[in-house]
């Protein structure tokens, strides 16, 4: 029965964000979907309504298939973050706000006495993730430290998922992948949805008819956090936790697509159903 549902989930997360990406197509040509239009890394014209389609679908079918008492978890941070993450896409490409990137840039402008897009938006999605820890909170004398590594899966996965969204499919092939992984267990169909979603968006990420921006990203990053909170193992949760803050904190110093450029098997698997740039 699990598997079938979990199939069922991953069905609906793909035929949902379908529907989503046929609004945002429509969408796209119209006098309100201009401030989400945006060139990508190669020059061609995308739109960023794929984010908020894939947050939706996402999210949706995560809470249709989270365990109970994780539902509203998985309801806050995927609506949240997908929420503050459109608040990044669209202030953040204001002028004021171009140099304001990355975890060195919101401290600045906060030092300069502005706050910047993507401060509201780390705000955002870690009071959420906190919210989360206590609504899925285990009982007992370590309960902190639980909620402790649960705010930071759900927050570092989103922002770590976000992170990648800077060739087309980067980000949904890895979140698809850590979310296949994931499949497991109770929790497993928390993230069934969310792969479907995930699948279903790829071909037109991959086609760079779509980007994911911070809205898709980051939910459903912050979805992927919430099902590695759940894992029973502290240690391993803690070791999770450990890999997301290590390599947020050398994205600041190293270029992740140099990296994957250099990786041969990185490589071929970025590159994987891309046009040539």
């Known amino acids: 029965m699990s598997t079938a549902r979990k199939m069922g989930l991953a069905l609906a997360g793909a035929a949902a964000a379908r529907a989503a990406l046929a609004g945002a197509t429509a969408l796209t040509d119209r006098p309100a979907g201009a401030s989400w239009r945006r060139m990508n890394y190669a020059g061609r014209p995308v739109t960023l309504l794929g984010g908020p389609a894939l947050a939706a679908a996402a999210t949706t079918t995560a809470v249709l298939g989270a365990p109970a008492g994780t539902r509203a978890a998985a309801a806050l941070v995927g609506t949240v973050s997908g929420a503050v993450g459109a608040y990044d896409d669209l202030a953040g490409a204001r002028p004021e706000q ?41 009982p007992g004398a370590s309960g902190l430290v639980d909620g402790v590594i ?20 980067r980000a949904g092939k890895a979140g698809a992948l850590v979310a296949a992984a994931g499949l497991g267990g109770p929790a497993g169909t928390m993230v069934a949805g969310p792969l479907g979603a995930t699948a279903a968006t790829l071909p037109d990420d991959l086609g760079e008819k779509v980007m994911l921006g911070d809205a898709g990203a980051n939910a459903l990053g ?21 890999g997301v803050v290590a390599l947020t904190l050398a994205s600041e110093k190293v270029s992740f697509t140099k990296v994957i450029e250099a990786t041969p098997g990185l490589r071929e698997l970025d590159r994987l159903g891309r046009r040539p740039s």
């Open 98 to 138: 171009a140099r304001d990137k990355g975890l060195a840039g919101h401290l600045a402008a906060l030092r300069a006495g502005r706050v910047s897009a993507g401060a509201v938006k780390v705000a955002g999605i870690g009071a959420a993730a906190a919210v989360a820890a206590v609504l899925t909170r285990r």
């Open 150 to 169: 649960t705010t930071g899966l759900v927050a570092g996965t989103a922002n770590l998922v976000n992170l990648l969204d800077l060739r087309p499919g």
């Open 222 to 242: 912050a979805l992927l956090g919430l099902r590695l909170a759940a894992i029973p193992g502290r240690g391993a949760r803690a070791g999770l936790l450990a």
